[in-house]
């Protein structure tokens, strides 16, 4: 019976990180970010801060790291809004020369491409409403994580102790005395896990800039380290910091070969970050092996989308805590440890 309850629990897990992950998803980031503030705010309690200041002052300190972030995400869009006049110049003789090509290659008419243009146009249309209805829906959903986060974190912040006390209560027979230190190793992982994404980041940045250098990309390391840093924002972040130097360099040397070396330099890296750099350096920092780092950033693509490729990591390590702690779990702590 024990592998079918061994099933049975993996599963019913799934279901619930699944259906639950409008509720699981900031809760768990909220986790993450009050687990590695905890020695940030003992730091200043013991400098004599008041609970409240000790609490709020880290807190606040994160969302400024972020609204930064954001920040240089406008700054970057309004540069290649104001270029746009530039654009548009290198844009119509390319628009012209696609509509000859087609002409000499396929016979097709400008008035016959112009044609399925409309075509497509209209039909785009007609999905437009629900396009909208998805964009306005995934920005709501991300203004209302922005707020509940950094709700999250100072209230965890502000009950821990109780969290804590309420774990080592619900603990099964023979759990209380050992529970104490898996909560203090749990601490140490996430900080782990912390110093592994910067490191990560920093590599990242320098494989963008000796990339962009190598095809003679102005300003390479700016551009390189700029574009690291902001993949910190899923999917928005990159495109944005992307099309920085894919557009001024498209404009500075009128051709499509340095842009595209541009997308191919920033694809190949971000390949070898999502296979390779992160479940590697991030695995070394939490002590997981790069294979169930692997494992983990793609079941987390699966069930949670990119949250999930940033959190299963840091929480399957703290699964390794447990199962370095007690006996019966040790099978899977000599598995899954580096």
């Known amino acids: 019976m024990k592998p079918y309850r061994t099933l049975f629990t993996i599963l019913a897990a799934a279901a619930i990180l699944w259906f639950g992950k409008p509720f699981l998803i900031p809760l768990a980031y909220a986790?993450?970010?009050?687990?590695?503030?905890?020695?940030?705010?003992r730091w200043l309690e013991g400098r004599k801060f008041g609970p409240t200041a000790a609490i709020v002052l880290p807190t606040l300190l994160v969302c400024t790291l972020f609204l930064a972030l954001a920040a240089l995400l406008t700054y970057e869009f309004s540069i290649i809004s104001s270029n746009w006049s530039a654009i548009?110049?290198?844009i119509d003789p390319l628009i012209?020369?696609?509509?000859n090509q087609l002409e000499s290659l396929f016979g097709w008419s400008a008035e016959r491409q112009n044609q399925w243009l409309l075509q497509n146009l209209e039909q785009a249309g007609k999905n437009a409403g629900s396009i909208v209805k998805q964009a306005t829906g995934a920005m709501l959903d991300a203004i209302f994580n922005l707020i509940i986060i950094p709700v999250y974190v100072v209230l965890i912040l502000a009950t821990r102790k109780k969290l804590v006390r309420f774990a080592i209560?619900?603990?099964?027979?023979?759990?209380?005395?050992?529970?104490?230190a898996v909560l203090?190793?749990?601490?140490?992982?996430?900080?782990?896990?912390i110093r592994g994404?910067?490191?990560v980041y920093l590599i990242v940045g320098l494989l963008n800039s000796i990339g962009l250098w190598m095809i003679g990309v102005d300003n390479a390391l700016v551009y390189g380290m700029i574009t690291a840093i902001m993949t910190i924002i899923p999917v928005l972040g990159i495109m944005i910091s992307a099309m920085l130097p894919v557009t001024l360099s498209w404009i500075n040397?009128?051709?499509?070969?340095?842009?595209?070396g541009v997308v191919a330099v920033f694809s190949v890296v971000q390949y070898l970050e999502a296979n390779l750099i992160f479940p590697y350096v991030v695995g070394r920092q939490v002590n997981l092996n790069?294979?169930?780092?692997?494992?983990?950033?793609?079941?987390?693509?699966?069930?949670?989308?990119v949250a999930g490729m940033i959190l299963f990591v840091p929480f399957l390590a703290v699964f390794k805590i447990f199962a370095d702690h007690f006996p019966g779990m040790k099978p899977w702590s000599r598995l899954l440890e580096h």
């Open 290 to 305: 790069t294979l169930a780092a692997i494992l983990a950033i793609t079941l987390g693509a699966l069930i949670w989308g």
């Open 253 to 260: 040397t009128g051709t499509v070969w340095q842009p595209l």
């Open 88 to 90: 548009q110049q290198r």
């Open 169 to 180: 209560d619900i603990s099964p027979a023979g759990w209380e005395d050992k529970m104490p």
């Open 184 to 193: 203090n190793d749990t601490v140490k992982v996430f900080s782990g896990f």
């Open 31 to 41: 986790v993450l970010i009050a687990i590695v503030l905890i020695p940030v705010v």
């Open 96 to 99: 012209i020369d696609i509509h």
């Open 197 to 199: 994404m910067v490191l």
